[in-house]
């Protein structure tokens, strides 16, 4: 059979660096081919030329459609030739009705008068095609969960009649049910001879998914390999170049006296007056220990630890110690001022000023320490950043180097580093790997570990199960906002964490 | 969705090795050949001054409209036209001095031209009806910019109201104070030393001391800079570069007395608008007020979880906006010698068009106190060519919008070039 698709030896040159160095691979029609590689191996890089992003002419190589050539000038020239990516963010207008999103730019009609019969009954039958029958196509968009409008976003390419489909990071906000539909649908999509480039930093969906694999490293092709020969180690190593023995370096637990007590933490939810995030949660922290946080995704940990932050809009009530003393945290200011840190989830979001440079994000929470009573002191402001970077190894052109040219890791690093200097008690980090890649989780878990060792107490949430089993001392899951269970290292498992966080699930009880 | 592109588009070993890599340019070519030296030699010179293209951009524009001024009546060079010319900037520029601050907290103020109007009304009210001094009156009139500024701020930063909505209603609300306390009569004459603000000028010698201080604090803080980079390993500029530097900023400074010293001197209004642009220049990159400004306008959400307090901030920016406010509308009734309806209506537009064409991006985050100065000299001076060349009013309202959309769009069309080709 021909591919359906092939990329023969393409480059692509940036002034001063080459993102992508002769890379070549191909796919059969009904084939889900995943891309596999650090964050700047150039997946996404080599995602934007085949998708017409990257005019043809801008970069050198041959992309052949069913064995034929093809120049895409811009992303209309891709779409026509059946070919659809879809984004880590989500490109749906969220105030248009999904029947509009699905036919943007494109609504059936008569003289330019919508015919909105015909455009509700195509709607509905690709929304059949992606298990989603039950939705009305007059579904506000943005009124949807964010695993349905990936699907949707899979039927708005389905409808433009797309043969090649892309998904780029499709999973990073989903819960593990929403990923199972997902998968799903891409297997049946499979079946009907559609094309998949999947590009994932989730290597267990990779495996459960994927066909083929094609790992790429510095821009160029590692490798294209059937993804019953291979497993979840082997591609790690070839993304890195190097045999990872361990993946999560957990260091034995050293506690010392407990930091943070927790008693009957209940935090309000702010969009359904009466409901709650969080109910009744109590627990502790103690020196020089890492907690996991598990949960589902809606389980209440974000909310959790932002609340014990100052910085959730809901009202939270309960008492909280710190240092063995009654606090009382109403901003964030308070809680950094009682040793308390937080790396939230959404590093661009919440994280970092994008526009500023390196030294200025890392001491933006502690002013003070780099400055004489108002006044900023460029000197010691300077050796901040210097120590920041030597310290935590942050790639970055030079201190000047806006935060939002760095790569994701180091983007972290950075946020890590600023809060690293208010010389924090205790540190929650809200998801601190998502998004990053191997080289630079494994840098992060190192640097967790100094932590510990100094006595900091970490409080981890993460969606990845391995990452949290393995790094955590403790591992306290959270259902439905309360407190479903607590393991110790030894005894949290996979499967256990999973049932615990289910469980409550299922008792269908409300919060 | 930048970040990405930046990050996926580069080889996780391309980084380059860390700070070192600052020097770049220099490792490339092998040595040898003297004339790929004095090139290289060149370029690497060239890189110390590559850090702000919009500014020089700006600067360009200047001279050019200052050329073609020139070329269409040779008065505008002439030391009276030119006095005139900063005379007649200085309310825009101590205006938009204030708005930068607002703009790049990520607001906007819509109401200092009516706090202009508002505050010259009440200083001639009092100098005039109620026969206060001048030392009280100033008080006053700085005291109504630091109460409407309190005001506005809260409502914005702790009553999350739209700055827009809060200042356009501040707007109308202080026009109509304004036309209700005076009874939509002129207020005037003022008295001689409260005239001075707007109308004196600086004595000879101290308009050269004032050159020569300019000349010496700008070395001092070059220097100072050096050292703090070579301290701390970071490659300083050289030598050649920080003297060309100093010796541009002595010959604008010196030249400028000079020029303004062969009429009647820097006018005090102009003297009241370096002042201020040094010391918010200050404020806004030296002092932790400055960089929470910043970082507000670039990130709140960042910004708060930072522990910065942004209500305060926020609030603290608007006080600073209509003080200013009120002190351009010191120097605008002073320079009248009267208190009109209309004084200052429209002026906020001015003022947000100098920092826009000065570089500040209404998106908030970015922005400088100079680029607004450039901005505002380019208003002003647009005002002051079409005038001299006898255009009608008119015109000078087309021209100056159609200069401010073009410099936008220059901007906007730079940066998406830039983004392309990285």
Known sequence: MTASLEMVGITKRFPGVTALCGVSFAARPGEIHALCGENGAGKSTLMKVLSGLY?????????????????FFGVRDAENAGIAIIHQELALARNLSVAENLFLGREPSRFGIVDWERMHKESERWLREVGLASLGPDTIAGTLGIGKQQLVEIAKALAKNARILILDEPTAALTEQEVAILLDILRELRRRGVTCVYISHKLNEVMAIADTVTVLRDGRSVGTFPAAGIDENRIISLMVGRELTDRYPRVPANPGETVMRVRRWSVANPDIPGKFAVKDVSFDVRRGEILGIAGLMGAGRTELVMSLFGAWRGAATGELEIGGRPVRIRSPRDAIRHGLALVSEDRKKDGLVLGMDVKANVTLASLRSVSSGYVLDANREIAAGEEAVRSLKIKAGSLETAVGTLSGGNQQKVVLAKWLRTKPAVLF?????RG???????????????????????????????????????????????I????????????AVMAAATRAMQRGEDG | MNAQNGFEGKPAGADGPGLAAAGGTDAAVPGGRAAAGAIRRLASLARWFRFDARAYTMIGALCLIW??????????????????????????????????????????????????????????????????????????????????????????????????????????LY???????????TVAPLDPSLKSIGQAYLPYTAGWTLGFAVLIVYTVLVLAKRRARRKHGFQAEPAAVSLLRIAFVGALALGFVFVMNSYKGIPVPFVMVIVLAILFSFISRNTTFGRQVYAIGGNPEAARLSGINIRMKTMFVFVLCNTLAA???????????????????MYELDAIAAC???????????????GALVGALVMASLDNGMSLMNMESFWQYIVKGAILVLAVYLDIASRNRKKKAG
């Open chain 1, 55 to 71: 005019p043809f002419g801008t970069y050198d190589g041959e992309i052949r459609i069913n064995g034929e050539t093809k120049r």
């Open chain 1, 429 to 433: 980090l809200d998801e601190p790997t």
């Open chain 1, 436 to 482: 990053i890649d191997v080289g630079a989780k494994y840098e992060i878990y190192t640097i967790m570990n100094e932590l510990v060792r100094q006595g900091v107490a970490i409080v981890m949430i993460s969606s990845e199960l391995p990452e949290l089993i393995g790094m955590s001392h403790r591992v306290l899951v959270l259902s439905q906002g309360r």
């Open chain 1, 484 to 495: 479903a269970g607590e393991f110790r290292a030894e005894e949290a498992t996979q499967e």
């Open chain 2, 67 to 172: 050329l073609f001024f020139t070329l269409m009546n040779e008065r505008f060079l002439s030391p009276t036209n030119l006095s005139n010319l900063f005379l007649q900037m200085s309310v825009t520029a101590i205006l938009a001095i204030g708005m930068t601050l607002v703009i790049v907290s990520g607001h906007i103020d819509l109401s200092v031209g009516s706090i202009v109007g508002l505050t010259g009304g009440v200083a001639a009210i009092l100098n005039v009806w109620y026969d206060w001094n001048t030392g009280p009156v100033i008080a006053a009139a700085i005291g109504v910019g630091v109460a409407i500024g309190f005001l506005q701020g809260w409502i914005v930063a702790y009553k999350a109201v739209p700055a827009f909505i809060v200042t356009l209603g501040g707007m109308m």
């Open chain 2, 175 to 185: 026009r109509g104070i304004l036309l209700g306390t005076t009874g939509s009569v």
């Open chain 2, 327 to 345: 002190v351009a509308g010191l120097v605008l009734v002073a320079r009248l010698n009267a208190a009109t309806m209309s004084a200052g209506s």
């Open chain 2, 356 to 370: 826009v064409i000065g570089g500040t991006s209404l998106a908030g985050g970015t922005g400088t106190i100079a």
